[in-house]
């Protein structure tokens, strides 16, 4: 049963004629795929999945499940690991869970310009209990000016971490403007020590590290417009502001002498080893700028954990001038409503109650974006310094990288500030190519 | 466990059910057709099922990424060549081309070259040292790109100076009294590319030796012995009696190792993703799909690397054939 050549190209080609007529024309619309409103939903199970800290997670479930069952509510709440594509995914699918806990405005975005989420009107969410969350945390969750996503934890960036004892010692003192800072930087340089404690290297995420400094700089130099008008690229990578935050993340980090190892090392050190020496008596590196999370022993040496505060130091990332507006860097995870049904909606009230930590705050690193929380709960001073300085922001702003679109907020801002933190680039092309990786649409 | 174990086996149970009736229907159904047809029709029937898989599974999908290529991030709109231009236009593209074509010209040969070598080489040694060697060199094969990705992290790891060196080169070289070097961040002549390429080979080379070392075994003792009786040297044994006789066996490697590195993935994305300038299209797709959303960019690159791949196929089916051919 052979074929001849000529019938088998003929046969070949009528078979790819006929699946490109299947196949074109059929591209997805938008509008149709969703709805998911009516499907799922009122099944009497309100799903929530979220991908909070798994200490977090475990504290915010048995308080949510023990709410519910006084509500009468039926609650299956899962943690899973690429909340972002899956959330997408199961858009697509038509089969959204009830509530999801996003850790990125970015992607409440992208759920919202595909015709889901539901506004979290007053009815849903009672202004009362949301008055006193700290400010800038609301607008977080919001979509031109749309509240879709409530943040129900926080994490804080605007934290400077030292060695406790070694820094009483030498007397030092936190500083109290970027100018003070700077002047810090270059006592301990004079004193014949390492400044700052750095590193970027992070996996396929290496650069990351970099990107708080740039969105510590410019919300402090911009102040808060500014710095949203740079997360929509509104004001440029290539613009005064940013230069200006540049020159001071490279006279203050980059200079040599002011890192281990100098500027060469900054990309291959882990960021999360950058700070292992130091806890040594005579420490190798003084200042480690990190997010609250860090304080863990999967970055912290044990004995260090174990006894935060006597080890542990930590200073809020000073403001500009003193006085003067003081924005804090932060992120944290927004519920989002994505199935409106009664469940549901009473659901987003027990996410919304200022009690909600109450579980999860002594076992693990969650801080609560309510400033009337009770912190005595909080499992030691330093988090209670931590929330503190998260309390203080005017206002809190949402990691910034976090909000810009993947190409560039999980690509190109990692990958050009990487090029250019190890010299393959000098600051002009590293802000352009930034400029250029944005998205057109 | 148990209900997973019990799941599983009615599955396959349900499955391989499904397609013996499928058969029999299908036989039924030709059955049904008058005398001659009959046997006309049945082979088409009962290829009939494995084609349709092949077309749903294989060309159906390739056919919509050609589709998606040509649309928007979404894949809601078309935008033309706009996908194609904006990445051949773009300087980080045009070097993660060129990236991927070193690691073509440069793993394949050595790959098929240190296989040779170590084939013959083994090939000398007294069999339980050949199988012992052979054993060793085709480990690495079994080791996954991300379990690589930590060995060989642990031997290109940096700390900066004055800090103990946990990295096996960096460990060497400051011993000698060197200063240490992140390894992986010197782009001067891509040398950190060849760096992960040094990854691949690693995990390549087993397979090359295992193939070529069955080639070598199987040239007939006869034309090496009259090759020796007229005088030809060990060399010239190797170069024009042994390798024309597994020619076909190095192509196929050659091209199989050819195709492999067109699609490396893994090895750069675990190590850099992509930094430093050592960014190759399997990466730039996945980051483009996963981390950018970016259908149709994805797309494209899918597409670029399909129709770089199918001339290389043509060429291995044709030289399938022709080895058939001559058998």
């Known amino acids: 049963m052979r074929l001849t050549a000529k019938r088998r190209r003929t046969a070949f080609a009528a078979t790819a004629a006929a699946l490109a007529l299947t196949t074109t024309g059929c591209l997805g619309s938008s509008d149709d795929g969703g709805g998911g409103g009516e499907s799922g939903g009122d099944d009497g199970v309100v799903e929530i999945i979220g991908t909070t800290d798994p200490l977090v997670f475990d504290g915010l479930k048995a308080k949510i499940e023990e709410e519910a069952e006084a509500a009468g509510i039926e609650v299956d709440m899962q943690r899973v690991d690429n909340i972002n594509q899956l959330i997408l995914t199961r858009i697509q699918a038509g089969d959204p869970p009830d509530i999801a806990i996003i850790p990125q405005p970015g992607v409440i975005k992208q759920i919202v310009d595909r015709g889901e989420g539901v506004e979290l009107t007053d009815d849903i969410v009672p202004a009362d209990m949301i008055s006193d969350m700290t400010p800038g945390t609301l607008e977080a969750g919001q979509i031109d000016g749309t509240q879709y996503g409530l943040m129900i934890s926080m994490n804080v960036k605007s934290l400077v971490f030292t060695n406790k004892q070694a820094w009483e010692e030498a007397g030092y003192e936190a500083p109290e403007t970027l100018d003070d800072l700077a002047a810090l930087t270059e006592q301990i340089k004079s004193d014949g020590g390492t400044p700052w404690c750095f590193g970027i290297e992070s996996g396929a995420a290496t650069g990351w590290p970099a990107t708080d400094w740039f969105e510590d700089l410019v919300m402090r130099y911009g102040g808060a417009d500014v710095y949203n008008q740079w997360v929509t690229n ?136 309510h400033t009337e929380f009770d912190n005595s709960l909080y499992p030691s001073e330093l988090t209670r310094q931590i929330a503190d300085v998260a309390y203080q922001a005017d206002p809190f702003l949402f990691d910034g990288s976090d909000q810009m679109p993947g190409e560039v907020g999980a690509g190109s801002f990692w990958k050009e500030m990487t090029a250019w933190i190890s010299e393959q680039q000098d600051l002009d092309t590293t802000l352009t190519n930034i400029d250029d990786s944005w998205p057109s649409s | 466990m148990v209900l997973k174990i019990l799941n599983t086996l009615i599955t396959v149970g349900v499955g391989i059910l499904a397609a013996l009736v499928l058969y029999w229907l299908l036989n039924k159904l030709a059955e049904l057709l008058p005398g001659p047809w009959e046997d006309r029709v049945k082979p088409f029937l009962y290829i009939l099922p494995a084609y349709a898989a092949l077309v749903f599974y294989l060309v159906y999908p390739a056919v919509q990424t050609v589709v998606f290529s040509f649309a928007n991030p979404t894949s809601t709109e078309w935008v033309g060549w706009d996908n194609y231009t904006q990445l051949l236009q773009s300087e980080s593209f045009q070097d993660t081309l060129f990236n991927t074509l070193l690691w073509m010209i440069v793993v394949p040969v050595v790959v098929v070259a240190l296989g040779l070598a170590m084939a013959v080489l083994a090939d000398r040694l007294n069999p339980r040292w050949e199988s012992t060697s052979k054993t060793v060199i085709f480990l690495p094969m079994a080791i996954s790109a991300v379990g690589a990705g930590v060995v060989w992290g642990l031997i290109y790891d940096y700390r900066p100076e004055g800090r103990e060196q946990i990295g096996l080169q960096n460990a060497i070289i400051t011993a000698l009294g060197f200063d240490p070097v992140a390894w992986l961040q010197v782009d001067e002549f891509h040398i950190n590319s060849f760096f992960l390429m040094i990854m691949l080979m690693w995990a390549q080379v087993g397979f090359s030796m295992v193939l070529l070392s069955a080639a070598v075994k199987g040239v007939p003792e006869d034309t090496l012995e009259a090759a020796r009786i007229d005088g030809a040297n060990e060399r010239d044994i190797f170069f024009r009696v042994v390798v024309p006789q597994i020619w076909g066996t ?76 001559m058998a």
């Open chain 1, 234 to 369: 509104e004001v440029k990578f290539d613009s005064d502001v940013v230069r200006q935050a540049a020159d001071y993340f490279e006279s203050t980090v980059l200079t040599e002498g002011n890192v281990p190892g100098g500027r060469g090392s900054i990309a291959s050190v882990a960021f999360g080893d950058a700070e292992d020496t130091m806890w040594e008596d005579d420490p190798g590196c003084w200042m480690f700028k990190q997010g609250n999370f860090v304080v863990s022993a999967d970055f912290m040496p044990q004995d260090v954990v174990d006894n935060v505060d006597e080890r542990v130091g930590v200073f809020g990332f000073p403001p500009a001038e003193a006085g003067g507006e003081n924005p804090v860097l932060g992120g944290g995870d927004l519920a989002t409503l994505l199935e409106d049904n009664e469940d549901s909606r009473a659901m987003m009230e027990i996410l919304a109650d200022v009690d909600l930590g109450t579980t999860a705050a002594p076992e693990s690193s969650f801080i609560s974006p």
């Open chain 2, 250 to 325: 190095v192509l196929t490697v050659y091209v199989t190792t050819l195709i492999g590195v067109m699609k490396i993935f893994d090895i750069v994305y675990v190590m850099t993703n992509g930094g430093f300038n050592t960014n190759v299209v399997g990466n730039e797709f996945f980051n483009q799909l996963f981390s950018n959303f970016n259908n149709g960019a994805a797309a494209a690159i899918v597409v670029m690397l399909m129709l770089a791949t199918v001339p290389i196929m043509i060429y291995q089916v044709r030289n399938f054939r022709r080895e058939e051919s």
